[in-house]
């Protein structure tokens, strides 16, 4: 379970966000946003925050966020609403209404309550909700759950965190943007992915860019690194294995 150390730079960085939001607006767009939360204020239930995050798309321009780095206009907005309308739920009834709109979004709503969960759930609350969203094929939703976001790190156990990295590998998304992973780097997760290097090379594709940020090569047995050197000399692994080969 975290500590309230972990709740001023995340109520920080939702001022950040808000700020960067009201910044991009225009007088139109501030307008309605404006309207957008009154109403949510005045009736904070799951109905109301899907009708205004679905309103969204019609009410803002569609563009980047600037000093929201990842983020955009839409998107954010959605998020925002979330985080709203989270704040305004007694406790006990927080989880079953992120559970509610997670089910009602479509893939672009559930990719905004994914990059902001990490705001919203300082305990792990949420924590089945972000595995049964892990299971989803869709590579963008995926991403919002598993890139650039210290929610699996925080609260996933180390079996279901390595899984999320294997899957985002599989996705051909970059592992390095997977936050915490050189933490739970580990004797298990190398032999899962000198197993997913196996198979890569018996099917005769590429191995994963970013499959090396998985391996603790300090942790490999004398085997593994003989093996991988042999295989980087054949030129069946990418250059950059050298970096990591070179100092073992």
């Known amino acids: 379970m975290n500590t309230n150390m972990d709740v001023i ?10 700020q960067a939001l009201d910044r991009l607006l225009d007088a139109t767009e501030l307008h309605w946003w404006r309207q957008a939360l009154e109403r949510l204020a005045q009736s904070p239930d799951a109905t109301t925050a899907a009708m205004l995050s679905s309103h969204c798309k019609r009410h803002l321009r569609a563009r980047s966020v600037v000093g929201a ?37 479509d893939d672009l709503e559930k990719i905004a309550l994914l990059k902001v969960l990490d705001h919203l759930d300082s305990d792990g609350s949420c924590l089945d909700l972000a595995l049964l969203a892990g299971r989803t094929s869709n590579p963008h ?22 899984q ?10 970059d592992a390095a943007r997977v936050i915490g992973l050189a933490q ?47 295989l980087y000399q054949q030129q069946r692994l990418p250059a950059h294995w050298r970096e990591h080969l070179a100092g073992t």
């Open 9 to 18: 730079p995340r109520q920080a960085a939702l001022v950040e966000l808000n």
């Open 184 to 230: 739970r780097q580990s004797v298990p997760l190398n032999q899962l992915a000198l197993d997913l290097m196996d198979e890569q090379l018996a099917a005769g594709r590429p191995v994963a860019s970013s499959l090396p940020q998985l391996i603790a090569f300090d942790l490999l047995s004398p085997a593994q690194l003989r093996r991988l050197t042999g």
């Open 164 to 173: 999320l990295v294997l899957k985002a590998l599989g996705m051909g998304l």
């Open 141 to 162: 939703v995926f991403a919002a759950l598993a890139l650039d976001t210290p929610y699996p790190a925080r609260h996933y156990p180390d079996r279901a965190f390595h």
């Open 69 to 105: 780095e990842g983020w955009s206009c839409v998107e954010l907005a959605r998020a925002l609403l979330l985080v709203e309308v989270v704040g305004l739920q007694a406790p006990k009834t927080r989880l079953a209404l992120l559970e509610q709109l997670f089910q009602w979004g």
